[in-house]
């Protein structure tokens, strides 16, 4: 076992007595450990890399028009409470000689949504990242996400979603493009 590990899981156990329970008791005896594996996992982004994780599988290709991938799920963190927030991605992008994997787009979300992160900057992060690995001639990314920070405590709003959007590239700079997309994720009622 890692020393990181079972120092984490000694932070959980510090917490659970912290709340004033038995940390020792039968049902939380291995609970630090199991929550210390858990929150590794939710946030193992910090442990991938782009290039890694793209793998070479950029393919040449002579498309050149808009390609859209829709509703990639999404569990991130939020770095101001660290609770969940869950939710949507939308990605686009105009290529430019090269096409990227399809399953990549949705590793690229992971890896940046596995961090502790606020809704606005992961948007940026994924969107930056695919331009870099595609040298796309734009790249268009939305999310759409509701924050357990807003639903289970503080404002306890159960409805709220919040949208961000990063147009990059065409997107930013062409109306009709950034319109194409926006009406194909059926973002333009
Ligand atoms: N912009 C943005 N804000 C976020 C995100 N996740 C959480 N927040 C907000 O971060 C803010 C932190 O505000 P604070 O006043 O320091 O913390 P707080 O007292 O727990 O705030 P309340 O949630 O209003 O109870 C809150 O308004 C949260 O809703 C995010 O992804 N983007
Ligand atoms: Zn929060």
Same mark, same amino acid.
Request: glycine letters at 12%.
């Given at each position: 076992m890692s020393k990181l590990l079972d120092d984490l899981a000694g932070h959980y156990r510090a917490i659970i007595e912290g709340l004033g329970?038995?940390?020792?008791r039968e049902g939380l005896r291995d609970t630090p450990m199991r929550a210390a594996k858990a929150m590794q996992f939710l946030t193992r982004?910090? %442990?991938?890399d782009l290039d890694e994780l793209v793998n070479n599988a950029v393919f040449e290709s002579s498309m050149d028009e808009m390609v859209v991938v829709q509703d990639i799920e999404l569990y991130s963190m939020c770095e101001h409470h660290m609770l969940p927030f869950i939710g949507k991605c939308h990605i686009a992008y105009m290529p430019q000689g090269k096409v990227l994997g399809l399953s990549k787009f949705a590793r690229i979300v992971d890896m940046y949504a596995?961090?502790? %992160?606020i809704q606005e900057n992961l948007t940026r992060e994924i969107a930056e990242a695919i331009e870099r690995v595609t040298k796309a001639k734009g790249v268009a990314v939305v999310i759409e996400a509701q924050h357990m920070c807003m639903m289970m405590?503080?404002?306890?709003?159960q409805n709220s979603r919040m949208k961000t959007s990063v147009m990059l590239g065409q997107f930013r700079t062409s109306q009709a493009t950034r319109t194409e997309f926006l009406n194909l994720i059926g973002h333009n009622r």
């Open positions: 329970e038995d940390s020792h982004g910090y %442990q991938q596995r961090r502790l %992160q405590r503080g404002v306890e709003k």
